[in-house]
């Protein structure tokens, strides 16, 4: 246990002064990628002109709260996120585009969910292969009204609801589910270019496929066997 939570305050600290190393040493505009020698910078103070912001596959395992007003873009994909602090995101009020795929989001779901409330301007979000189920997905996209791409690939959805937040989408990918119902009117006012429900074969929808109203949208991809 106590060496559980040793490791735990390491792993923070290490993140901290990671955080401070890369922001100092990448303070132009350029996306920088997270590297070793990053890692073992010694930070002196943070950079607030921050826009892109690569911690891909990097361990992290908790994220705290980011001082960087000015980011625009993080990506945080294939770490092994399970804890978002609600104040996490707090700074962050230029955030358009976040990728959390790959990581271990169905854990503390209403604690993350609070902490993504406070993005609600985002209009790329990436939630892709994190064990989500309705319950999750919704929460987490609660009051996201300005999405236009949204990645849900490899979760265990099996229902869109209406409470979804799907009706500014461009492009959603809902490939590799468990979706088993699509109500009638989950894309009516939507105007999807892309929409991808590749994946999802283990149902035949023939009903509720013959009463969805598809004409605003381009499907990429619908199960075969919906379609017979
Ligand atoms: C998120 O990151 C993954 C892994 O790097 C990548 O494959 C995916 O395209 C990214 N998603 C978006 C929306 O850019
Ligand atoms: C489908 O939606 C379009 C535009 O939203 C509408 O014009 C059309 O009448 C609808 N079709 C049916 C069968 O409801």
Redesign the pocket.
């Known amino acids: 246990m106590l060496r559980h939570i040793f490791f735990q305050f390491l792993l923070l600290w290490f993140f901290g002064q990671a955080v401070h190393g890369i922001s100092l040493l990448y303070h132009d505009e350029k996306w920088q990628p997270w590297n070793r020698q990053a890692r073992h910078t010694t930070p002196l103070k943070m950079d607030m002109k921050l826009r892109r912001l690569d911690l891909s596959k990097s361990f992290i395992r908790q994220l705290h709260t980011l001082g960087l007003p000015h980011l625009q873009q993080l990506d945080l994909s294939y770490n092994q996120l399970d804890l978002i602090a609600e104040e996490a995101f707090i700074n962050l009020a230029q955030l358009e585009a976040l990728n959390l795929s790959k990581n271990a989001l169905y854990n503390n779901v209403g604690r993350n969910g609070r902490a993504l409330r406070s993005i609600g301007g985002l209009r790329r979000l990436d939630i892709s292969l994190n064990n989500l189920n309705d319950e999750a997905v919704e929460l987490y996209l609660q009051n996201k009204f300005s999405l236009i791409h949204l990645d849900l690939t490899g979760n265990g959805i099996t229902a869109l609801t209406h409470n979804t937040q799907i009706k500014t989408l461009k492009h959603l990918n809902l490939e590799d589910n468990g979706i088993q119902v699509l109500y009638a009117n989950t894309f ?2 939507t105007s999807l270019a892309h929409l991808n429900l590749a994946g999802n074969r283990h149902m035949v929808l023939e009903e509720a496929l013959s009463q969805l ?1 598809l ?2 949208n381009h499907l990429d991809s619908i199960p075969v066997d919906w379609i017979k």
Request: glycine residues 0%; charged residues 40%.
């Open positions: 009516e006012k109203n004409s605003n």
